[in-house]
């Protein structure tokens, strides 16, 4: 019973405001470092934009929104994802609910709507976050968000959003939770182009640099406040050395 309530519409919008008004005060109290320091004027010249972040990391991006952005996120159907929906909600972002997943199974997680969705959003003039790797498979980019470049024209931006104080969980992406009262690093990273007429060669090579790059704004950013990215390892059992 608890568990059917703690899914329930009504508790998980509950819990989303919650996590939302956390947020406000996690953005509120730490002191925080942008890299680089002009990066909003990429954004303004090259919006509708994506932005890659990789599991566990995804708790704090609303804080790099302002309040003149457009965006949409790609939020899983499944668990909790009403929270985390409700949250991003409460922060002007549109969730939109579907799964990646792998593409042999994206016809039956929702894959086709969502990436329907996002390049509708895109289209439309929103900006569109979502992460890169797939459930369960941490720090290895899936070809998702790579054909949504190819097909949207757009750029994806890696990016990151951490704090020197944190709850780190020891869960499968190594997700990390901010704290109030001490120092914060948003770092972006250069923009990745996918070229329309990209073929499948070309396409995984894009994949592979931007592991790359999202390992290196994790890098930057948790030395920025100076600490270590407690995923580190999930890099290098994925087969690449650390940033």
């Known amino acids: 019973m608890l568990k059917r309530l703690g899914r329930a519409p009504f508790t998980q919008n509950l819990l989303g405001q919650m996590l939302a008004a956390y947020l406000r005060l996690v953005k509120a109290t730490n002191r925080w470092i942008f ?6 004027k990429a954004f303004d010249r090259d919006a509708p934009y ?19 952005d457009r965006y949409a996120v790609l939020i899983s159907r499944h668990g909790d994802g009403g929270i985390n929906a409700a949250a991003a909600a409460a922060f002007g972002i549109r969730p939109i609910r579907a799964s990646g997943g792998k593409p042999d199974h994206m016809h039956r997680k ?18 569109v976050t979502l992460t890169a ?13 790579i054909t949504l470049a190819k097909l949207s024209g757009r750029p994806i931006y890696p990016a990151t959003v951490v704090t020197s104080r944190r709850i780190d ?6 997700a990390s939770l901010g704290l109030p009262f001490g120092r914060g690093a948003i770092v972006i990273g250069d923009p990745i182009h996918v070229d329309a007429d990209a073929d499948d060669a070309a396409m995984e090579e894009t994949r592979r640099a931007l592991e790359i790059a999202l390992d ?7 030395a920025l406040v100076g600490s270590q990215d407690p995923g580190a390892e999930l ?9």
């Open 133 to 145: 790797d797939v459930p369960k498979k941490a720090r290895v980019a899936g070809i998702g968000i």
């Open 35 to 40: 890299q680089p320091g002009d990066f909003f």
């Open 216 to 222: 290196r704004v994790q890098h930057d950013a948790f």
């Open 110 to 127: 929702g894959g086709v709507r969502g990436l329907r969705e996002m390049l509708r959003a895109l289209e439309g003039g929103e900006s």
């Open 235 to 243: 890099s290098l059992a994925a087969g690449r050395l650390p940033a």
């Open 169 to 174: 969980f020891n869960s499968w992406d190594r």
């Open 50 to 68: 994506i932005i890659a972040l990789w599991h566990g990391q995804h708790f704090l991006i609303p804080l790099g929104k302002r309040d003149k």
